[in-house]
């Protein structure tokens, strides 16, 4: 229903917000003049200038021995050829004196988001852009943290990182042949620097962009529903790995790695809902997770899965 709202408010060149979680089938829509009285805020805020704070969220980090349980039926799946590469995401509990408006406030990132008093992410990552007959996607795979020795080239290095972002730029190509035409990999393997609290890290990312033509906009709703759930949170290849995760992982994402963007009647801008703080009756989870290749080892995705857990 709501996929198709958007292309109707695509052909009248309406703007809205659209909020999608992780299996999209819960997609919400608010008209821009509307954004008000909806008790929902977003910034989406390229090249912006960094505010400082100091507060640190109180983590209980995720057993250990459960996690390894998890991981391991991953690589299962993997050396059964169900899957090539799957990111394994978890909850993990977290304390912090702060509201969810409070957090939206302090947290510095490209993409932003406050759902009522329900969540907040604050997210690096592209989902897609639309603009001048174009589709555009930039998958994020691969981070180290910017202070470690040679940490670039490190990083480009890594054989484990380099085979899993291959995979993900592999499928998204794919993905955007389903709504696009002279698919091409702009940019392959760049670094981006990025906050991540009291320290900063590198992160890895491609640029791959379509023609999508000139009606694009009374399809908006279609483009969406044939690309999601976003190629670089689920996995490859797509609908096995999907199957995988919802039978792995023991939690529902819900909202969490779910995509939000908006149109402003003339392009299109969204963001991957990574970075992720969800309000439930206990306190507050993040969720984050990784991706998991054959090559990877349960000790550093462990840990991955707890450094992405900051206030940027």
């Given at each position: 229903?709501?996929?198709s709202l958007?292309n109707?408010?695509?052909?009248?060149?309406?703007?809205f917000?659209?909020?999608?979680?992780?299996?999209?089938?819960?997609?919400?829509?608010?008209?821009?003049?509307?954004?008000?009285?909806?008790?929902?805020?977003?910034?989406?805020?390229?090249?912006?200038?960094?505010?400082?704070?100091?507060?640190?969220?109180?983590?209980?980090?995720?057993?250990?021995?459960?996690?390894?349980?998890?991981?391991?039926?991953?690589?299962?799946?993997?050396?059964?050829?169900?899957?090539?590469?799957?990111?394994?995401?978890?909850?993990?509990?977290?304390?912090?004196?702060?509201?969810?408006?409070?957090i939206?406030?302090?947290?510095?990132?490209?993409?932003?988001?406050?759902f009522?008093?329900?969540?907040?992410?604050?997210?690096?990552?592209?989902?897609?852009?639309?603009?001048?007959?174009?589709?555009?996607?930039?998958?994020?795979?691969?981070?180290?943290?910017?202070?470690?020795?040679?940490?670039?080239?490190?990083?480009?290095?890594?054989?484990?990182?380099?085979?899993?972002?291959i995979?993900?730029?592999?499928?998204?190509?794919?993905?955007?042949?389903?709504?696009?035409?002279?698919?091409?990999?702009?940019?392959?393997?760049?670094?981006?620097?990025?906050?991540?609290?009291?320290?900063?890290?590198?992160?890895?990312?491609s640029h791959?962009?379509?023609?999508?033509?000139?009606?694009?906009?009374?399809?908006?709703?279609d483009?969406?529903?044939?690309?999601?759930?976003?190629?670089?949170?689920?996995?490859?290849?797509?609908?096995?790995?999907?199957e995988?995760i919802?039978?792995?992982?023991?939690?529902?994402?819900?909202?969490?790695?779910?995509?939000?963007?908006?149109?402003?009647?003339?392009?299109?801008?969204?963001?991957?809902m990574?970075?992720?703080?969800?309000?439930?009756?206990?306190?507050y989870?993040?969720?984050?997770?990784?991706?998991?290749?054959?090559?990877?080892?349960?000790n550093?995705?462990?840990?991955?899965l707890?450094?992405?857990i900051?206030?940027?």
């Open positions: 229903m709501s996929f958007l109707s408010l695509g052909k009248e060149r309406k703007p917000l659209f909020i999608s979680d992780f299996k999209a089938q819960k997609v919400e829509v608010i008209l821009l003049d509307a954004l008000e009285s909806s008790d929902v805020e977003y910034k989406i805020q390229k090249n912006y200038t960094s505010k400082e704070h100091s507060h640190k969220l109180d983590l209980s980090p995720i057993d250990f021995d459960d996690y390894k349980r998890k991981f391991d039926k991953v690589i299962e799946k993997i050396k059964s050829g169900e899957t090539y590469v799957l990111n394994l995401t978890q909850a993990t509990p977290i304390k912090t004196q702060l509201s969810l408006k409070e939206y406030k302090l947290a510095n990132a490209d993409y932003k988001l406050r009522k008093d329900k969540f907040v992410c604050f997210s690096p990552e592209t989902f897609i852009k639309i603009d001048k007959q174009r589709v555009h996607t930039f998958p994020m795979k691969g981070t180290i943290d910017a202070s470690v020795v040679n940490a670039a080239p490190k990083i480009l290095g890594d054989k484990k990182e380099m085979a899993e972002h995979m993900i730029v592999d499928l998204l190509r794919n993905d955007l042949s389903i709504v696009a035409s002279d698919v091409k990999v702009e940019e392959f393997r760049y670094i981006t620097e990025i906050e991540a609290g009291e320290k900063k890290l590198l992160q890895v990312s791959i962009s379509g023609y999508i033509g000139e009606s694009w906009h009374e399809k908006i709703g483009i969406l529903e044939k690309l999601l759930p976003a190629g670089s949170i689920s996995g490859a290849p797509k609908k096995s790995t999907i995988i919802q039978s792995i992982e023991g939690y529902e994402r819900d909202y969490f790695s779910g995509v939000f963007g908006v149109y402003d009647g003339e392009s299109l801008d969204s963001g991957v990574i970075r992720f703080i969800e309000k439930n009756e206990t306190g989870t993040y969720k984050s997770g990784g991706g998991i290749t054959l090559d990877s080892e349960v550093l995705e462990y840990n991955e707890q450094e992405k900051y206030l940027p």
